[in-house]
Structures are given as C-alpha cells and as structure tokens.
C-alpha cells in the first residue's frame, strides 16, 4: 500500500488514539463542496475521460507549476497555447514525463492527492515511478473506459452531496439546466462570480458588459441599469440552485461612495479610458454593492482576494491565464474592510466569507474580524495553504480569537475532479489531529471534541452555504 492509515494524525501514541476514535466518526460523512472549479459540463454530458493525462495532468495547474519550475516546458506537457496549436504530444509521453518527475512532488500535497487517487480509485498501490509508468497508464486508461468512470458515477462514488462550480453572470448556465432536466439526482449548483463585470481590467470587460445588457434588457450605459442587471442575473442564478457569489480581487479593498459618485465613476470606466486607481476603487465600490445585494437575495458571499494573476508575462501571452503562474502577495484587511462593514457588518441576514494567500494575517487581522462582526466568516485555507501545514496553521492562529464556529469548514477548491475526495480526507484527519491535541492537553473535553468535529466536516458547511 502506498498510503498509510494513520497518515498526517500525531506520531505519539495517545493523542494519535483519539485523532483515530474522531476520525472513525467523520470518515464516511458525505463530501460537501461549496466552492470549486469543476466544469458542469461533466456531469450534463457525462462523457468518458479522454485518458489519463487530460484527467490528472493537464488541468491541474499544482501539478505542471511545478514541473515547468524544473525547466519542463508546457508545450511538452501537451498544454494548448492561445493561437490554439495544442502541440501533438502523446498523452503516454506526457504520462511518462509526469512519472519520471514524480520525485519532485516529496513533501507536497499533491503527492498525497496523487497516491490516494492512485490507490483508491485505480487500486495501483506502488508508488509511481518510471519503472511502472506504462503499465500504471495502461490501468487508469482502461479504467476511464468504464461506466464507473463517467463524471456522474464518479460523483457518486465519492459520496458527494452537493457540488458547486464557479460561472460568469453572463454564462447561460445551459449545463446546469441539462443537469437539473436530466433527472439525474445528483446536486451540481451554480455560483456567481462576477469578475469579468466587475475587473475593468480583466479581458474582453467593455464587450462583457454589452452581453450583460443584452441578456438581461437593462441600459448598462447607465449606473442603475448594471446594478439592476446584475440583481438580475443574481436572480436567475439563485433559481438555477446558486446559494452563494464569489469575488477574485487583486486586494480587499472596499468603498461605499454616494450614489452621485458612483454613478461618476462607472461612467469613467464604461468609457474604456480608467486609470488602474479608479478601477480599483471601482471593484472596492462593487464588493459593498454586492454586499448589499446578498443582504436582499441572501446570497452568501465570498471574497478571495491577493492573487497576482498572470506574474510570468511570457508565459501569460503565450497559454493565457490559469497556468500556475499567480503569486500571493501581502493582503490588508482591517482598514480595506471598514467601509462595507460599516454598512453591513452588523446584518446578521449577510454571510460573507472570507479568504486569504496571505498568512500572517490570520491572527493579527481574520480572526480578530470574523471573531467579532456577525456578518464575518472565514473561510478554510485557500489555494497554496490548502495542504497540511497550511491547515494546522490556519486551526492554531485562527481558533483563539475566532473560535470554531465563526468558520465554514472545508472548501476542495479544485478543478481537479479525482483529487476531491483526497482532499476532504486530508481536511478531516488534520482537523481531527488539532482537536486530539487540543483533548490530550486538557483543553477541550473528548465528548466536546466529537461534536465539533461533526461541525467541522458538515454541519458549518451547510449553514455557511445555506445547502
Ligand atoms: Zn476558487
């Protein structure tokens, strides 16, 4: 066996005993997936995986970053470039590239992704190397062949409950209709996230806004036309199953202008001649107008903030966005907050969650807010802080001060589709291993210990996200 049944829990005996006894009780609680990148046209087709490196290789931006950190360039990998020439590469070849530099993921969380998918669902329980490559892509090519393999068996098949993705306001959500038209039971909702509205930087805006217009039948030449539009969309969101919106800032910045000057200032950027100060304090304008739209809908409402998108500019103009090559970068919270939490903050009919890249703010700005403001949620460790010692960082700078309900449980996150039930996995024992250590010193009493981490796996999770 490649994995070990007591992986990631305490090595001395006695806390590990009761991580183990609290893990028994969440180990087979069903997945709940409140935020991720999942595409829904899996499960509205529900067509075979084409093979095993366009299923577990070439969408997972974790696992090429770090291959091309090593000199392994994209275009070896079969990663498409923008002018659309995918390079003709042999997805064995590809396969094989990924095996040889297996050695390169040691003490990362994607070797833990890879080696539970590895075993539990393919049953392949020798580490992965170049030795067994071929034979190792041979089983998993098979295997993708099967019914069990379709998007729809693998939802069920890891036990998921409910599973949402991540459109644009202007998506016509048509896969999510077949889903929900095909009588099939599973529960794949939609979540709104309106950047590409929103970021007057970010690609084809002007022409975003347009479409807007158009779908909806709003003047978005002028400022109440596009607020209204976007409640509209907002709307049809929440009656496709949408229970929550999510943002992508390049900071946490907030602004809550009078409606004069807001209305100036769409006008500057709808004009196509902003400066990047006012397309900041534009998107700080429309995180307090979201805000305010989530106290009417009820929308929970998410910000994922600190991301420098697209830093490899060569890289960036040749493959585009989504390859690896974002960077955190330092996130103010406090004084970037005020002016929405000023306004809603108190509004006990807003959740708004929060995350972050940038660590150090969890016990010096997070936990002080969500452990205060009734409308603050923090939200699990994001993206590069998804891993082990991100989580137990996150569980001892954030539970002091922000104890353990004023945050939301797991989110997987992933576009990664067969690391999903790994990466719950890995969420469940380190949680269980902070709560054992927390029992072992006399903090926290055992009976307590087992409702919390009850809460931990399901029960925040669907009150956070309202599933
Ligand atoms: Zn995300």
Redesign the pocket.
Known sequence: MILDENRLFPADSETRSVAVKLYETVRDLPIISP???TDPRWFAENEAFANPAALLIQPDHYIFRMLYSQGISLESLGIPSLDGVAASVDPKEVWRIFAKNYYLFRGTPTRLWLDYSLENQFGLTKRLSSENADEYYEVIAKKLQTPEFRPRALYEQFNIEVLST?DSPIDTLEYHKAIRESGWRGRVLPTFRPDSLIDADHTGFLDNIQKLGQITGEDVGTWQGYLNALRNRRAFFKSMGATAT?QGHPTAMTADLDPHAASALYGRILSGRSVPEEQELFRAQMLTEMAGMSVEDGLTMQL?PGSVRNHNRQLYEKFGRDKGADIPSPTEYVRALQPLLNRYGNDQRLTFILFTLDETTFSRELAPLAGHYPALKLGPPWWFHDSPEGMMRFREQATETAGFYNTVGFND?TRALLSIPSRHDVARRIDCAFLARLVAEHRLDEDEAFEVIQDLTVNLVRKAYKL
């Open positions: 935020h991720g990148h991540t999510d994922h996150d």
